[in-house]
């Protein structure tokens, strides 16, 4: 079993959603269908990065800490590409 911690960005509101989950197909579809109340109004999403654990508790500590402004920042540094390319 995996675990998957993933990045979504809105397309329409040009801001990330990081999220955890088992099924990470399924997630996008709830995500950009708005069954989620929290990211409904930010529909569209485009999946930009996701990683993969063996461990729940790792994933979870890995979502924490991509939640956390050290975070956010190594997400600017990681995909800095896709970040320069959409602007």
């Not at 911690?5 to 996008?28: D, E, H, M, P």
């Not at 995500?31 to 994933?59: C, M, W």
């Amino acid at each position: 079993m995996l675990y998957y911690v993933y990045i979504l960005y809105s397309q329409k509101f040009k801001k990330i959603y990081i999220g955890f989950t088992l099924n990470l197909k399924n997630r996008l579809k709830e995500h950009n269908s708005g069954q989620s109340p929290a990211t409904k109004p930010y529909v569209p999403y485009e999946l930009i990065y996701y990683e993969a654990f063996r461990s729940k508790t790792d994933a979870k500590k890995r979502e924490e800490y991509l939640k956390s402004g050290w975070g956010y920042r190594t997400i600017r540094k990681m995909l800095k590409s896709y970040f320069n390319s959409i602007v």
